[in-house]
């Protein structure tokens, strides 16, 4: 089950992958995992997403 939640986010700011990535300072397939797999998200993606 994908993270439709974060990916609407992301979606709504403009935020690809890799810049959420560099922003909560995680590699990139740890937050491409998030969406994929509907794992739950730190709470500094939260910040970046307006949250």
């Known amino acids: ?8 986010a992301m979606a ?10 560099e922003k909560v300072r995680v590699d990139p ?5 998030w969406l994929a797999a509907g794992r739950r998200w730190c709470y500094a993606g939260w910040s970046v997403t307006g949250w």
């Open 12 to 21: 709504e700011k403009g935020e690809t992958v890799e810049s959420l990535a």
């Open 29 to 33: 397939k740890t937050a491409a995992r």
């Open 1 to 8: 089950m994908a993270n439709e939640v974060l990916r609407v």
